[in-house]
């Protein structure tokens, strides 16, 4: 399948197709979150290919606020002339439902370009918790409702989410508690300031292997390389249950298509690279490297999905 993609992609960059991507000597890739998160580590791995392959400057520009929507519309209302690309974290599904009034439409004000991957999330418990299982999670939050904490990178975030569903499936409640972003959630986890964590394998894994968390549960279908003797939620009795992280890349959505087809075809070109894949998968990444058409139907029914756990439990961006 992604022999296929790669051919079609390529197809559309040819001289017949495309155009220069942007006539300017530098280009923008927007990252709406700080530096050192995955995001901004796939933009700065992304940046040197794509600045050779079309003689550009690539300035990764970190426009973090707002569960990245900031950033976000930074990009949709910049000029549609091919010297904006936007990388998006699985907020961006989010917060169409949780933020008030936001200043562009998600679905129609950014094109999409690429799915690039996906990835469980991973609950961990640390040690001085004195748990080992989800079992044991069970059992506690039945004998004293809300005693067991949970960090998440914010406040609505996808494990927030994630985690409430799982939460309202197994009739416990668990007490969250949201901060601002993955490297402070990590660091207290560690600490064990907070009982456990649900975040990616990519901020996790380290620690797990170290034997500062404890791995309980992952969020996938099925199990993840990385984490290959944790149990999926499905296999705990929660039956046809799935949350995903996800990266994702935009561009403005009056960018011609054109440009967004070249522009695809230079992406598909990096994650083709080896080096670039293994990368991506370090990152405890399944590489999905999309054509833009995956890109916008995924997010359609993320969207939708996540708007009913947010209402269905009146959370808020300002909790």
């Known amino acids: 399948m992604l022999r296929r993609m790669l051919i079609a992609a390529l197809l559309a960059a040819s001289p017949a197709a495309a155009q220069d991507l942007c006539a300017e000597r530098t280009m923008r890739f ?110 506690r939050s039945r004998a004293q409702p809300a005693s067991l904490t949970y960090a998440s990178i914010g406040q609505g975030s996808l494990a927030h989410l994630a985690m409430t569903q799982i939460a309202n499936l197994a009739g416990i409640q668990l007490t969250h508690v949201p901060y601002r972003g993955g490297g402070p959630a990590v660091q207290d986890a560690v600490a064990g300031h907070v009982n456990m964590i649900l975040a990616t394998p990519f901020v996790l894994v380290q620690h797990i292997r170290d034997g500062r968390l404890r791995a309980i549960a992952q969020t996938g279908a099925a199990r993840s390389a990385q984490l290959g003797e944790t149990p999926t939620f499905r296999e705990l009795g929660f039956d046809r249950f799935e949350a995903y992280a996800w990266w994702g890349i935009l561009m403005p959505g009056r960018t011609p298509a054109p440009m967004v087809g070249r522009m695809h075809a230079e992406l598909a070109r990096v994650v083709a690279m080896a080096e670039v894949r293994a990368r991506l998968e370090g990152l405890g990444m399944d590489v999905a490297a999309t054509d833009p058409e995956g890109l916008r139907r995924f997010i359609a029914a993320e969207i939708p999905r996540w708007r009913e756990v947010i209402r269905a439990n009146g959370i808020t961006a300002g909790d």
Not at 70 to 99: E, K, Q, R, W, Y
């Open 30 to 139: 927007i990252v709406p979150f700080p530096p050192g998160g995955s995001v901004d580590t796939v933009a700065r791995l992304f940046a040197p290919h794509v600045g050779q392959a079309t003689g550009r400057q690539i300035v990764v520009d970190n426009r973090a606020g707002a569960s990245g929507s900031v950033g976000t519309g930074l990009a949709a209302a910049a000029p549609g002339d091919g010297c904006t690309v936007l990388l998006v974290f699985d907020t961006h599904a989010v917060n169409p439902s949780l933020i008030q009034r936001l200043p562009f439409d998600t679905e129609r004000d950014l094109a999409p370009l690429m799915l690039l991957g996906t990835s469980p999330m991973v609950l961990a418990a640390h040690p001085s918790a004195n748990i080992t299982s989800w079992a044991q999670v069970l059992e």
